[in-house]
């Protein structure tokens, strides 16, 4: 990193033909990025060449819609600045915030804006927000106040390093969020207020909340796995124990289906202990 580090700022779009010039107005209006890159994920509408229209923003299209991440992914590989930083075209990331962003970026790997206080959000939504970053935050071991915004600062080359592990769809800052902390990259979150959206969320609560989920103990099981392999043990152990003594006591028997529950929690623990040996092995090529 220089003193004054290249400023990209990536913006995957989909559909934002009424919204897309005034933010792109007010980002321009800050002069703190050295480039500006909005992908279109194969908008149907104008949103291509909207952005087109301004000199200072490159325009990355995709063919078709591929999805939210695979957009960010074409932003990421394309970037040449020192610093990246994600942002979604749709109003709900304030490009005002930007700069708070960027202030601690010289300490820290990654600075995430976390939808605090004056956030316009569904009930429903907030929720399931609460769900994921309690989640997070036992996977990851630290407190994760915001899994899922897709607002953040980002160093490139540890986000060009990430980039193969980043979904096509929605769940590209679940994957951010637990690569960094367990790589031992330094993480902030800065509180920001976002507004409502313009226009039609492109989110589908249960299909992409159990993506979510699913993504979360995928990553678990590929960078900690005795955090989900270890309480399933536990537990398939203590059930087994638990019906071997019930049906002692009240059949005066061994029970051969309880040991087999046991048996199967300890070598599920056998295979957590495994995992993790080949989780660190990866972790420690991957540094070299």
């Known amino acids: 990193m ?54 200072r923003v490159r325009v990355i299209r995709h063919p078709y819609n591929i999805g939210n991440g695979a957009a960010v992914k074409s932003g990421i590989r394309a970037a040449t600045g020192d ?72 160093k490139a080359p540890i986000a060009k390093n990430f980039v193969y592990l980043l979904p096509n769809k929605f769940s590209y ?34 299909s992409d909340g159990f993506r979510f989920l699913l993504t979360i103990t995928r990553l678990a099981v590929l960078f900690v796995p005795l955090k989900i392999f270890l309480p399933v043990s536990i537990a398939l152990t203590v059930v087994g124990l638990g019906y071997i003594f019930y049906i002692l006591a009240t059949a005066q028997r061994f029970s051969g289906f309880g040991g087999l529950i046991v048996t199967i929690g300890v070598f599920t623990l056998l295979l957590g202990l495994v995992s993790e040996q080949i989780a660190l092995l990866r972790l420690v090529n991957s540094e070299r």
């Open 2 to 55: 220089t003193d004054k580090p290249r400023i990209s700022i990536v913006m995957p779009a989909y559909s934002e033909e009424a919204v897309i010039g005034s933010i792109l107005d007010r980002v321009l209006a800050l002069n703190v990025a050295d480039e500006i890159l909005v992908v279109d994920d194969g908008s149907p509408d104008q949103t291509a060449a909207v952005a087109a229209g301004y000199d």
């Open 173 to 206: 800052p679940t994957t951010l969020t637990i690569a960094f902390f367990r790589a031992g990259y330094a993480v902030k979150y800065h509180p920001f207020a976002s507004p409502e959206r313009i226009g039609t969320s492109k989110i589908r609560p249960l």
């Open 83 to 154: 610093v990246i930083v994600l942002m979604d075209a749709d109003g709900q990331h304030p490009p005002e915030e930007v700069p708070n962003l960027l202030k601690d970026i010289d300490r820290y790997d990654m600075v995430v804006g976390a939808r605090g206080a004056g956030t316009k959000a569904a009930a429903s939504r907030t929720i399931a927000n609460g769900v994921f970053n309690w989640y997070s935050s036992y996977i990851v071991g630290y407190r994760v106040p915001d899994l899922t915004s897709g607002f953040r600062a980002l």
